[in-house]
Structure formats: structure tokens, C-alpha cells
Antibody, heavy 122, light 110 residues
Framework: QVTLKESGPGILQPSQTLSLTCTFSGFSLSTYGMGVGWIRQPSGKGLEWLANIWWDDDKYYNPSLKNRLTISKDTSNNQAFLKITNVDTADTATYYC??????????????WGQGVMVTVSS | DIVLTQSPALAVSLGQRATISCRASQSVSISRYNLMHWYQQKPGQQPKLLIYRASNLASGIPARFSGSGSGTDFTLTINPVQADDIATYYCQQSRESPPTFGAGTKLELK
């Protein structure tokens, strides 16, 4: 059974760094073709992809935020992480992590966490 | 970036067919793969995968959901619509990075 759960600070101030953790079970990020992605959704709005990390530690970022994002993983503890630097109110959203499958044939997000709400406010 | 265009809303009656479309700004097909996927999201919940690679039903998804299309035009069909299907539906492409999502189609009851 695949599960993912996000955790984060809840609220932070502008210019701070947002650190998010995705703790998952039911698969391993050391397995060929596996990946974890981060996607966010402002309240009442659509989905925006942020970053992916793959089993081989390959990383991809949304160019619109690339300079502010860092994705990483801890395979031994079944966790993935996302850091966003210099946050502002536009980063207020629900942040999801999701498992990625289909590495060589058009990947997709087959299991999603429940999401963690993050508010940036002074 | 590949832009995915969806109609904002669709009103249907229970028991009828719902057809939700997604148009890509360029082809999302490569070789034999159509790299378009569909998700359902209910209020307060995370998205759920329904269809992958245009026409493949995800695990545990009822057979009343189906997907079709290739190139730039894709369709998600729900037939017949049940009350539990009232949600917002998103398409997503993985032909090119960054992967992009449509803005979503909100399925409403007529």
C-alpha cells in the first residue's frame, strides 16, 4: 500500500525559507524508475508543478521558480524534501508530494499525499 | 511550456454522459505514447489519478471513466455520471518539461 504524507511549518514570514518533508511508504526511491514530485495549489486555484527527484538522484525544477527550489531525498528513511527560499505571499498554497511512475514512457503522478497548507504572512 | 486548455465548467444530469476536453498547445504524443493524464479532485482532497497515457484506467477506477485522444486533443468521458463524480478534473502532460496541468473543469449537476 502506497502512502505519502507531507509536513511543513504551517505559517512563515516573507523572505524566510520554506522546508517541506514528504514521508512515504509502500515503495522505495532507490528502485529504478521511481520518483517523487512536488506540486502546489493556491486556495481555489489550479495545480502547479514544482520539482521532481528520481531514484538516481536526477532532479528537475520548474524554471519559473528554479533559483529558489532545492529538492533532495533520504532513501534510507523514505523521505523527500523541498526547500523554497525567499518566500512571499504568492507562495501561500497547499503543497502536495506525489509518487511518479512511468519514467521511460511518459511519467505521471499515481499516488498523492493529503497535502500540507502553508501560509506566508507577516 | 505546453499550455493545456480546459473549459472551466460542465453541467450534466445524473445518469448522463459527461465529456471533458483538454487541448494542448502542441502535440503531447510521441511514438505510440500519448502523454496526457487525467486527475479528479474533490473539495478538500488531494488529486486522484484516473487515466494515464490518454486511455489507460488507473487502478481501482470504475469503468464508467474512459479517456481518448492523441496529438493535441484529448477527452475524458464519464458515462453514466454518478453523484460521487461531482468534482474538478485536471489534465496533465508529460511530453515536455515542465509538466503542466490544465486549469481544471468543474463538473456540476444540471
Amino acid at each position: 500500500q502506497v502512502t505519502l504524507k507531507e509536513s511543513g511549518p504551517g505559517i512563515l514570514q516573507p523572505s524566510q525559507t520554506l522546508s517541506l518533508t514528504c514521508t512515504f511508504s509502500g515503495f522505495s526511491l532507490s528502485t529504478y524508475g521511481m520518483g517523487v514530485g512536488w506540486i502546489r495549489q493556491p486556495s481555489g486555484k489550479g495545480l502547479e508543478w514544482l520539482a521532481n527527484i528520481w531514484w538516481d538522484d536526477d532532479k528537475y525544477y520548474n524554471p519559473s521558480l528554479k533559483n529558489r527550489l532545492t529538492i533532495s531525498k533520504d532513501t534510507s528513511n523514505n523521505q523527500a524534501f523541498l526547500k523554497i527560499t525567499n518566500v512571499d505571499t504568492a507562495d501561500t498554497a497547499t503543497y502536495y508530494c506525489a509518487r511518479i511512475v512511468g519514467y521511460n514512457s511518459g511519467y505521471y503522478f499515481d499516488y498523492w499525499g493529503q497535502g500540507v497548507m502553508v501560509t506566508v504572512s507577516s | 511550456d505546453i499550455v493545456l486548455t480546459q473549459s472551466p465548467a460542465l453541467a450534466v444530469s445524473l445518469g448522463q454522459r459527461a465529456t471533458i476536453s483538454c487541448r494542448a498547445s502542441q502535440s503531447v504524443s510521441i511514438s505510440r505514447y500519448n502523454l496526457m493524464h487525467w486527475y479528479q479532485q474533490k473539495p478538500g482532497q488531494q488529486p486522484k489519478l484516473l487515466i494515464y497515457r490518454a486511455s489507460n484506467l488507473a487502478s481501482g477506477i470504475p469503468a464508467r471513466f474512459s479517456g481518448s485522444g492523441s496529438g493535441t486533443d484529448f477527452t475524458l468521458t464519464i458515462n453514466p455520471v454518478q453523484a460521487d463524480d461531482i468534482a474538478t478534473y485536471y489534465c496533465q502532460q508529460s511530453r515536455e518539461s515542465p509538466p503542466t496541468f490544465g486549469a481544471g473543469t468543474k463538473l456540476e449537476l444540471k
